[in-house]
């Protein structure tokens, strides 16, 4: 099982951004895709997840409207965006298959917001 | 909201001591309980689920206890790669986190 996670990106406020999780090593329809928020130097913020067969989407209050999560199956890969960045999006964001609770992760793509 | 409480924040300790941290939940969560461990510079990993069925390749040193409200996590013989911080999630109501519990060495 793996899921790499597309590279550092480094935005400006009001920009848009969409990064990605490509899995493989499983059935990739056959388990929910999560997205967990870490600031720097805080603890874990669960943000949502996404069903891949159907890309049933469910978020935290927290992050309801403030970003979308998508999946493409035929590339098994999920997706994170934001439509309009701000400076408080920046964070480390990691996606995580959820089968035993979230069992694998990948290895996180930092957002960097800043004028 | 479920939310949950780690204690104690930091906890440092020696080599080769038992240690114990402790997670409680503002209400019942049943066993839908998970540890994870985090080092420096890398993504989480998931050590316990289920409140205590061990993880794939998670040394038996681990084991976690618990339910309900209250659960621990027990490493019996700290190795110098246990220094990590720890983080509770339940997943009983939707998920939430712990804030956590800094292991580091005295």
């Known amino acids: 099982v793996q899921l790499v996670q597309s590279g550092a990106e480094v935005k400006k406020p009001g920009e848009s951004l969409r990064i990605s999780c490509k899995a493989s090593g499983y059935s990739f329809t056959g388990y929910w895709i999560g997205w967990v928020r870490q600031m720097p130097g805080k603890g874990l913020d669960w943000m949502g997840i996404?069903?891949?067969?159907?890309?049933?989407?469910r978020y935290s209050p927290s992050f309801q409207g403030q970003v979308t999560m998508s999946a493409d199956k035929s590339i098994t890969t999920a997706y994170l965006q934001w439509s309009s960045l701000k400076a408080s999006d920046t964070a480390m964001y990691y996606c995580?298959?959820?089968?035993?609770?979230?069992?694998?992760w990948g290895q996180g793509t930092q957002v960097t917001v800043s004028a | 909201e479920i939310v949950m409480t780690q204690s104690p924040a930091t906890l440092s300790v020696s080599p080769g001591e038992r240690v114990t941290l402790s997670c409680r939940a503002s209400q019942k969560v049943s066993s839908n309980l998970a540890w994870f461990q985090q080092k420096p510079g890398q993504s989480p990993r998931l050590l316990i689920y289920?409140?205590?069925t061990r993880a794939t390749g998670i040394p038996a040193r681990f084991s976690g206890s618990g339910s309900g409200t209250e659960f621990t996590l027990t490493i019996s013989s700290l190795q110098s790669e246990d220094f990590a911080i720890y983080f509770c999630q339940q997943y009983d109501s939707w998920y939430t986190f712990g804030q956590g519990t800094k292991l580091e060495i005295k």
């Open positions: 995580a298959r959820m089968g035993a609770s979230a069992d694998y």
């Open positions: 996404i069903y891949p067969p159907d890309s049933d989407t």
């Open positions: 289920g409140a205590s």
